[in-house]
Every structure is written in C-alpha cells, then in structure tokens.
C-alpha cells in the first residue's frame, strides 16, 4: 500500500513538473494553431459529423449481406379453434412455435451501389467540412496571435515613452536646481511622467486582454504563465511580389475544403437521382427459413415435445419478385424531388466560387493597400524621429518650450504607433493571400 501511495506521489510530482514546464515555454503560432485545432468545439463537432458519416457508409455497404432472423412463440387456445385435423372442435390447445430466416438482396435497381457511392461522396464532403472547420479556427488564432503581437510592440512604445518622459523630468529637476529651468516647467515635466505612466498601464491592459482572448480561442482552462514567441520580424523580409488574385482563384479552385465539399455534394445528387429511380425496377430477392411446432391438447394424449419438433421440422428456400406497377406517382415525385435538389446544390457551388473570387479580391487588394500603407509609415516615422530628434535638443537647450517638445515627441510617437499597426495589418493581409494558396499559416520565414 505504502509503495502504491508512494507511486502516486512520484507521478503526479512528474505530472506537475512537466506542465509547468509546459507552461513555461512560449507559444509559436504553428503551437497555438495546432493546439486549437486539437482542442476546439466546432472542430470537434465536426469531427462527430464525420464520424457519424462513416457509419453510415459502413452501413450501406453492409446492405449487400444477407440477415437473419429468428423468433420463438407460443400461445394458448380457450373454446371452439381449428384443431390439427383441420376440424373446429371446443377444446383448450397450446401451440409452441421456432422459425429461423433469412433473406438476400439479388436485384434492387442499382439502389445499393448508389447508396454506398453516395455515401462515400458524402463522408468526403465531410471531411472536407472537417478542414473547412480547421482552417477558421486557424485564421482566428493567427489573427488573434498577431494581434497580442502588436500590442506588446504599443508596450515597449509605451514604456520607451515613460523613459524619455523620466529622462527630461531628470533634466528639468537639475535646471531647476541651477535655477535654470522655472517651477512651472518642472512641474510640467512631472506631469507628462504621470500621463505617460498611466498610458503605459492602459496598454499593458490592452495587452494582457489580447493574451486572455488568444488564451481562451485555443480553449486554455487559465492565461496564466501563457505567452507567446516574438519572431524577429525585419522590413525586408514582408515585401515581395503578390500573385495576381486570378492565379490565387485558379489555384484555391482545386484545394479550398468549401469548394470540394460543395462539389462532393452535387455528385452525391447525381447518385440520389440514381436511388430515386431505382423505384421503377423490379425488386428481386432470395428467402430460406427453418420452422417446427409443439401442438398439445388438453384431456388427450400428445406427442412429446421432442418429437413433436422434430416431426414437425420444415425447410423452406424460394424467391420473390416485387414489380411496380403504380404507386400513385410516388416515385415519379421523388426523382423529380431529387433533380430539383441537384439544381439547387449546382446553384451553391457556383455561388461558392463566386464568393471565393470575391473573398480573394478583396483579400489581395487589402494586402496592395497595406504595403502602401506600410511604406508611407516607415517614412513618417523616420521623418518624425528625425524631427523629434532636432526638438529634443532645442528643448534641452532652452531654444524650444515644453509645448514645442510635446507636440514633436507625440507626433513621434504616434509615427511608430502607425508603423507598427501598417506592419502587423499588411503581415496578417499577405498571410490571408497565403492562405487561399494552401501554404501553411506560420511566422517562420514571414514575406
């Protein structure tokens, strides 16, 4: 018992100890796309859909089988019933009964084959949903993982801010001192440090509520110890040549899952027209069966059960023929039903692709838009550090005031803020673009 307790002990230390190191380590976005995958609702919903439409195929495939039944009675007679001389008499009798059958399907008008075709178009397509299902998620979390990317930018920003704001308060503190510098201006100093300071805990808030969303996106039970890695992400390497929107379309035509699970729909149409016809067509199939019987009447002398059955003993094998003739226009109804149905799914799938071209354009002209941007931030921001640069030393030589200074380090500010976002915006368009192209959703080696 001792040695058991002690067993435990040492496994749930282990257990412990790795998910601490676990917790420890950063999380890449290949990580958190992958443990979102493994760990998400929807997918996993899908996953059952999917499940559940390989049973059905399993099921239609074991259609050609013949079954087998079998059943056991017995039943009791009180008054006037026909007797086994085939004479009514008014005596009490009990009769036990066994059969034993079976029945093979030899010809049902190709419905079967059609139901197992359509039944395996139908677990692509939810395969493809499956995918479908997996890429979402991993569009969110990508989105999501830049976003808490960026905000830990606006942090160092935010504290760079804190520091050049402490810096200058310092100075002013020793002009002061030297009586070169008034009270007013001292003061002034002290209070862009408190308004610097609270900026700076507003966007580390930002940034832990960014983590929390990311967090709960991969279905993390707790944020806690949770954060992210920060690849080191140069200017050079998010620029490069885009592929046409036409050339994505071309492409995302033949691997996107909405695409495939829509076309693996409508040839499933085709296969139910095929099954509703197959109504019209005789219906021909095999029977055997085993049967025996126990008869016993009261007040007279009976065979015993034993031989009773095994006298009684009867085989039996034969086919039957089932031919339509009329069914009230049922079937005509159903085929009818079923072309509809195809239409309407031929209708979805050109409908899919003409919002896959859309979703693309847009996608690639966001991303035309966001280099643009991006570019004409980088020059802001040099210009504005070049500016504020030029400001700060009027300022300390007392050839700027305070306002002067402010404005010029705000605007500077605000510059790198621009940059920033233009950076994580045209990053997050060109990987959409990656995206539709079927490359894999990493930061790794960022265009």
Request: with cysteine; proline share 3%; hydrophobic share 35%.
């Amino acid at each position: 018992m001792k040695r058991n307790l002690k067993s435990l002990a040492v496994l749930t230390f282990s257990l412990l100890a790795t998910h601490a190191l676990q917790a420890q380590e950063a999380w890449d976005l290949t990580r958190c796309i992958e443990y979102a995958v493994a760990h998400n609702l929807t997918v996993k919903q899908q996953e059952a859909a999917r499940d559940k439409s390989a049973v059905e195929l399993n099921t239609a495939k074991w259609s050609r089988l013949p079954d087998l039944n079998g059943s056991a009675s017995h039943s009791f007679n009180f008054g006037r019933s026909l007797q086994a001389n085939n004479t009514y008499q008014s005596i009490n009798t009990q009769n036990t009964g066994f059969n034993l059958s079976t029945s093979v399907p030899l010809f049902t008008g190709m419905q079967i084959p059609n139901n197992i075709a359509l039944s395996k178009l139908n677990l692509q397509a939810a395969t493809e949903d499956l995918n479908k299902a997996k890429e979402d998620i991993s569009i969110q979390v990508t989105s999501s993982y830049l976003q808490v990317l960026f905000n830990e930018e606006l942090v160092k920003i935010a504290r760079q801010q804190v520091e050049l704001s402490q810096e200058m308060l310092t100075q002013k503190e020793a002009y002061f001192q030297n009586g070169k510098a008034s009270e007013a201006e001292l003061y002034e100093a002290k209070s862009r440090v408190a308004q610097d300071q609270l900026s700076l805990v507003q966007t580390e808030n930002d940034y832990r509520l960014s983590l929390l969303d990311l967090s709960q996106l991969l279905e993390l039970p707790s944020p806690e110890d949770f954060r992210i890695v920060s690849p080191d992400i140069q200017p050079e390497q998010l620029f490069g040549t885009l592929t046409s929107p036409t050339d994505i379309y071309n492409q995302a035509l033949l691997i996107k899952p909405s695409i495939k699970a829509a076309q693996y729909r409508l040839q499933g149409a085709a296969r139910s027209i095929r099954i509703a016809q197959s109504a019209y067509y005789p219906q021909l199939s095999f029977g055997a069966g085993l049967s025996t019987s126990y008869y016993n009447m009261s007040g007279r002398e009976n065979s015993s059960f034993h031989s009773q059955l095994r006298d009684n003993f009867s085989q039996y094998l034969g086919f039957s023929l089932s031919i339509p003739i009329f069914n009230r226009l049922s079937t005509r109804n159903r085929v009818r039903t079923a072309r509809l149905e195809q239409t309407t799914l031929s209708w979805q799938l050109e409908e899919s692709k003409k919002a896959l071209y859309k979703e693309i354009q847009q996608a690639y002209y966001n991303a035309v838009n966001a280099e643009s941007k991006y570019q004409s931030s980088q020059t802001a921001d040099e210009a504005a550090e070049a500016s504020f640069k030029l400001m700060k030393e009027k300022y300390a030589n007392g050839k700027a005031n305070a306002t002067e200074y402010n404005e010029a380090r705000t605007n500077w500010m605000k510059a790198v803020s621009d940059c920033v976002q233009a950076k994580y915006d045209y990053l997050f368009r060109t990987k959409i673009l990656d995206f539709y192209q079927g490359i894999p959703l990493t930061l790794d080696k960022a265009k």
